[in-house]
């Protein structure tokens, strides 16, 4: 499952990250990708260490913990410290699948489930589209700031290049709760409807009943 989540920042927390955005040092993102995907990588970040990262993170770490359909979807039990990525003048990155393991020693995750969070307007810049390569064909990204798009880490993708302005994404990893995408899809769509249900109706015997299987699911799948 693929899915594109909206208003994971409202404009107040953007036009704050975009002013530390603004005034970051960013280096050659070729330091933070695997030995394949480093052919193909030509984009910056910011470098590790530097003071407003850490309140970048926090800002965006917040979002996601707060986000209800973030958290249905993903049912995330760790993530890679979140990276911000910036994408100008002919930058791209080409088609790559991400590592199936990141970080060192005891922050080390299995990444199920990879994001990118639009920081700037569509409009502001050109190129720069996340094109995903499913079975059903390739699909294109290129959402309003705020809004992310969040899939399979098994999924081969690459960015397109950027032929003006700038593109600034902040992307991370996660290790789910659940590993299995097509496991992750049935507890998605099973809480969502028992949720629709419960608006209409209340707590009602099937929403009782969609409950419970929703939670005895989560005891067949779950890893913690
Ligand atoms: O910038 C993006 O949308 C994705 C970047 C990416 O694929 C990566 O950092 O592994
Ligand atoms: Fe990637």
Redo the contacts with the bound molecule.
Sequence with gaps: MILCIGNLLDDPSLSRIRQVLDRSDFED?RT??GWH?KLV?N?E?IAPGQEPLSELRSEVGKALGRHPVFQMAVRPLKMTPI?F?R?RDGMT?GN?V?DPVMGQGEHRIRTDV?F?L?LDDPDSYDG?E?VTDTTAGEQS?KLPAGSA?VYPSSTL???EPVTRGQ?R?A?G?VQSTVRDPAHREVLFDLDTARRQIFEREGKTAEFDLLTKSLANLQRFWVEI
């Design positions: 993102g933070t990708a995907a990588k984009n970040q990276l990525s994408y990155y790559h991400d990879s990118t639009f720069g996340l990204y798009v993708h690459r960015v593109r994404v992307v990893w």
